[in-house]
T-cell receptor, first 114, second 114 residues
Framework: SQTIHQWPATLVQPVGSPLSLECTVE??????LYWYRQAAGRGLQLLFY??????ISSEVPQNLSASRPQDRQFILSSKKLLLSDSGFYLCAWSGAPSSSYEQYFGPGTRLTVT | AQSVTQPDIHITVSEGASLELRCNYS??????LFWYVQSPGQGLQLLLKYFSGDTLVQGIKGFEAEFKRSQSSFNLRKPSVHWSDAAEYFC????????????FGQGTELSVKP
C-alpha cells in the first residue's frame, strides 16, 4: 500500500531563516506531487505541483520554491522566511491523470515563523 | 475557470441527527468531485469521489454524496451523525484537462452536540 510522509511535523523558525520541508511517498512510482498551504481557518491553497523529476509548476508567486530530486521526494524550500509564511503545509500525491484524480495527503507540517 | 463553493462555514448538529453539507461547483463539463475530511492538526482523508456513472456515491464512515448536474451540486450526507464526525469537511473539483490539479472549497466545520 502507498504511504506518504512529511517532516518535520512542527517547526518554529525566525523571520529571515531558511526553510526545508520534505515529503516522500512509498509504494507507488511516478506519482504527481503537490504542496499546499492552509492558513488558519481557511481552505487549501495549491503552491506547487510536479508531474515528474525536475518538473515543477508554481501556482502562486511567493518566496517559496519546490524541488523534486527523486521520483518520490518533494521538497519545499525558502531562502528567507516571512511572517506570512506561517501555516500548515500539506503534501499530497496522486496517480497519473489518466488513471485517477484523487489526491492522498500527508500528515502535514505546522510552520510558525516568529 | 473552475470554482467550488461551500456556503456553510460552520454547522452544528446533534448526535444522531442527519447531516447534509452543501457543495456547489462551477465547471463547463462533467468534473471529478471529491469530499475530504480533516481532523484538527491532521492531513485530509478522502471520504468519497465521483467520476462518472451512478450519481449517488457511497464513501467511508457511512457518508454518501449525490451529484446533481442540473444544480451543479455535490452535497454530502450522513443519516446519523456520531460525535467522532466533528471535523472540517472539504469539497474539491478536478478537471480532466488540468493535470490532476484539484480546486478546494473553503471548508465547512462540523460540530456535534451530545
Amino acid at each position: 500500500s502507498q504511504t506518504i510522509h512529511q517532516w518535520p511535523a512542527t517547526l518554529v523558525q525566525p523571520v529571515g531563516s531558511p526553510l526545508s520541508l520534505e515529503c516522500t511517498v512509498e509504494g507507488t512510482s511516478n506519482p504527481n506531487l503537490y504542496w499546499y498551504r492552509q492558513a488558519a481557518g481557511r481552505g487549501l491553497q495549491l503552491l506547487f505541483y510536479s508531474v515528474g523529476i525536475g518538473q515543477i509548476s508554481s501556482e502562486v508567486p511567493q518566496n517559496l520554491s519546490a524541488s523534486r530530486p527523486q521520483d518520490r521526494q518533494f521538497i519545499l524550500s525558502s531562502k528567507k522566511l516571512l511572517l506570512s509564511d506561517s501555516g500548515f503545509y500539506l503534501c499530497a500525491w496522486s496517480g497519473a491523470p489518466s488513471s485517477s484524480y484523487e489526491q492522498y495527503f500527508g500528515p502535514g507540517t505546522r510552520l510558525t515563523v516568529t | 475557470a473552475q470554482s467550488v463553493t461551500q456556503p456553510d462555514i460552520h454547522i452544528t448538529v446533534s448526535e444522531g441527527a442527519s447531516l447534509e453539507l452543501r457543495c456547489n461547483y462551477s465547471y463547463g463539463a462533467t468534473p471529478y468531485l471529491f469530499w475530504y475530511v480533516q481532523s484538527p492538526g491532521q492531513g485530509l482523508q478522502l471520504l468519497l469521489k465521483y467520476f462518472s456513472g451512478d450519481t449517488l456515491v457511497q464513501g467511508i464512515k457511512g457518508f454518501e454524496a449525490e451529484f446533481k448536474r442540473s444544480q451543479s451540486s455535490f452535497n454530502l450526507r450522513k443519516p446519523s451523525v456520531h460525535w467522532s464526525d466533528a471535523a472540517e469537511y472539504f469539497c474539491a473539483v478536478g478537471a480532466r484537462n488540468q493535470g490532476g490539479k484539484l480546486i478546494f472549497g473553503q471548508g465547512t466545520e462540523l460540530s456535534v452536540k451530545p
